[in-house]
């Protein structure tokens, strides 16, 4: 599932690591995060949205994964969005994940470096963050509903809707 777009209004469409989908008014998608980073862009005007489930934060010059790393990950959004209609200055970023899934503490947490790297690229978009639900120490699950722009995070400790 790396560029399609999707309307299937009844289906959950699954995100995996590394994969990035589109979708428009009625779909959804749903990606499980660790220390991923789960980063949507939505126009609400034309109802459309793309979420990255974004493994790692630099690409070192690779292409075969565009949502796999953070620095491609934003621009395949912009440019993938634009190409059907959306407005780069109507775009909204939400993220979900990046925890330190595993307790020992070393010079690289690749869950906050994976958010940092996205709330970079984001800057350099000039993409706002609205809502944002990063760090921890456990693992989310989300599914992001593209009619209404909602973004409902089930983790070990709460279930709630960023809207």
């Known amino acids: ?21 589109v979708a428009r008014k009625t779909g959804r998608l749903m990606a ?31 292409d075969d994964l565009p949502g796999k790393f953070a620095d491609t990950a934003i621009p395949w959004m912009v440019r993938t969005l634009a190409g059907y209609g959306a407005s780069s200055s109507a775009l909204a970023a939400k993220l979900v994940g990046g925890a330190q899934i595993f307790q020992q503490k070393g010079p690289i947490q ?37 009619a209404s722009g909602e973004i409902a995070v089930e983790s070990a400790v709460a279930a709630f809707k960023m809207i």
Request: glycine share 14%.
């Open 1 to 21: 599932m790396s560029s399609g777009l999707i309307t299937d209004p009844l289906a959950v469409n699954f995100v995996g690591m590394g994969e990035a989908a």
């Open 32 to 62: 499980v995060l660790g220390s991923c980073v789960g980063v949507t862009l939505y126009d609400p005007r034309r109802q459309l949205g793309a979420l990255c489930h974004v493994v790692l934060p630099q690409s070192n010059g690779r």
């Open 110 to 146: 690749i869950g906050e470096a994976n958010v940092g790297a996205v709330l970079r690229a984001l800057e350099s978009a000039a993409i706002p963050v609205v809502a944002r639900d990063v760090g921890g120490t456990h693992g989310r699950r989300m599914c992001f509903d593209v």
